[in-house]
C-alpha cells in the first residue's frame, strides 16, 4: 500500500508548514497571539483564507477544493507542530462537517462561502455536564411552537465558542434524556436573543464557553438535518474530528521529541552532554516508537473515517484515539521527565506542548471510553 503523499498534497503541506513555520516561530509570538481579543491571531486566520485552507474540505459545488480526509491530516500536523490557536479544527472539522454531511442546499450556500473567506466562525455545543462522553445523553430542549422552536438548556465546553457566529446545538425533540432517537440539530445565530456565555481559559492556552439558552426562538429552517434524527450526524462528524485530532496530536509528539533531543544534545552533566548517556538515548527511541505508533493509527482513521460502515468506522476512530491518547501521554511525560525542572515551566515551550497533548487525551473521549468502544465490538480483528 502507498503512504505518499500525492504531488497536490505535498504542495500543500510545504504551504502550511512553511507558514506555520514563520508565524509560530517563538512562544512569545504564540503568547501575544493568544492575549488578542479573540484568543488567536486574526491576520493568520485570513491567511488560512487565502491559502484556501477554509474551504479545503468542502465540494468544489458547494464553493471549496474538494479535499478529503487526508488533507485535513496533513494540515492538522501542521497545526500540531505549531501549537496554532486558530479555530481551525472547531469551524472547518466540526463545524463545517455538520453542513456537509446535513445542510441543506440553502444552508450550504448561505454559510460554506463566508466560511471559504473566513467571515464565519462555527462552534458546536453539544457537551453537557452530566453527559460525560455520551454523546446521546442530551437534556436541552428545543419545543416546537407556532413561531419555530424553543430552546432550553446549558451546553460545557464548548470550544471557542467566544469568538463563533454560530452554534451548531444539538437539542432533544422527542425521546428519553439518552435515547439517540429525538436529538435535532440546530445552526443557531450566535447573537440570538436567550443566549448568555461565559468563557474561560483552557489548561493548553485556547478559551472554553459555557452556554445557557433561556427561551431562545429559533425558526424551522434553523434545522440541520432531519427532526429527531441528528444523533448519525453527530456520531459521524465527531469521528472525522477525532481523526483530525489525532493528527494535531502527532504533529504536537513530533515537535516535542525532536525538542527533546535537542535539549539531550546540548544539556551537559559532568562535562559531556546527557545524551551521550546511552540509558537517555533508549527512552528518546521508546518517545520516537511512541509516536510512530501513533502516527499508523492516525492514517488508519484518515483512512476509516470515510467508510460507509458505520460499525467499522467507529471501531476504527476508537482504536486510534486509544493509541493515540496512549503515545501522547507516554511522549508529553517522558519529555518532562528529561528535560528535568524546565519541562515544566511555562516559560519553555515544551511544557505547553505537554499541555495540548493532555488536553487532547480527553477531548471526544478518554482512555478508558475509547478502549470500552473497541472491546465492545469485538476489538479491530474478528477472533478465529
Known amino acids: 500500500m502507498n503512504f505518499d503523499l500525492t504531488p497536490e498534497q505535498m504542495l500543500l503541506k510545504d504551504s502550511i508548514d512553511r507558514l506555520i513555520a514563520s508565524r509560530y516561530s517563538s512562544l512569545e509570538k504564540r503568547e501575544a497571539y493568544r492575549k488578542e481579543p479573540l484568543g488567536f491571531s486574526e491576520a493568520i486566520w485570513a491567511q488560512f483564507a487565502e491559502l484556501g485552507l477554509l474551504g479545503l474540505p468542502f465540494s468544489e459545488e458547494d464553493g471549496g477544493f474538494g479535499g478529503g480526509p487526508v488533507e485535513t491530516m496533513v494540515v492538522m500536523e501542521a497545526l500540531g507542530r505549531g501549537l496554532s490557536l486558530e479555530p481551525y479544527l472547531t469551524t472547518v472539522v466540526l463545524g463545517g462537517g455538520f453542513l456537509r454531511h446535513a445542510g441543506s442546499a440553502e444552508q450550504k450556500a448561505a454559510y460554506i462561502p463566508e466560511i471559504v473567506v473566513g467571515n464565519l466562525k462555527l462552534a458546536l455545543a453539544q457537551t453537557e455536564r452530566q453527559a460525560r462522553y455520551d454523546l446521546a445523553d442530551i437534556a436541552t430542549t428545543a419545543e416546537k411552537t407556532d413561531r419555530g422552536y424553543v430552546i432550553d438548556g446549558q451546553k460545557s465546553l464548548v470550544l471557542a465558542g467566544d469568538s463563533a457566529d454560530l452554534f451548531v446545538v444539538s437539542a432533544r425533540t422527542s425521546g428519553e434524556q439518552r435515547s439517540q432517537y429525538g436529538v435535532t440539530l440546530f445552526l443557531v445565530d450566535a447573537n440570538t436573543p436567550g443566549i448568555s456565555r461565559r468563557t474561560y481559559s483552557t489548561q493548553d492556552g485556547g478559551r472554553a464557553t459555557e452556554i445557557e439558552f433561556s427561551g431562545t426562538i429559533v425558526s424551522t429552517d434553523a434545522i440541520l438535518g432531519p427532526v429527531d434524527g441528528g444523533y448519525p450526524f453527530l456520531e459521524h462528524v465527531i469521528g472525522e474530528t477525532i481523526a483530525a485530532l489525532s493528527a494535531e496530536a502527532v504533529g504536537a509528539m513530533e515537535s516535542l521529541h525532536q525538542l527533546t533531543v535537542e535539549y539531550l544534545k546540548t544539556r551537559k552533566q559532568f562535562g559531556v552532554s546527557i545524551g551521550s548517556f546511552q540509558t537517555l538515548q533508549h527512552r528518546a527511541v521508546d518517545m520516537l516508537m511512541a509516536l510512530e ?63 495540548r497533548l493532555t488536553m487532547i487525551e480527553s477531548l471526544f473521549g478518554d482512555t478508558a471510553h475509547h478502549l470500552h468502544q473497541v472491546a465492545r465490538v469485538g476489538g479491530l480483528v474478528a477472533a478465529a
Do not use: C, P
Open 293 to 355: 505508533q501513533a502516527r499508523s493509527m492516525e492514517m488508519y482513521a484518515a483512512m476509516m473515517v470515510g467508510s460507509d460502515n458505520a460499525d467499522e468506522r467507529r471501531s476504527a476512530i476508537s482504536a486510534a484515539k486509544v493509541q493515540i491518547n496512549r503515545s501522547a501521554r507516554f511522549v508529553g511525560q517522558e519529555a518532562v521527565q528529561l528535560h528535568g525542572g524546565i519541562g515544566m515551566t511555562m516559560e519553555y515551550i515544551g511544557a505547553h506542548y505537554f499541555k
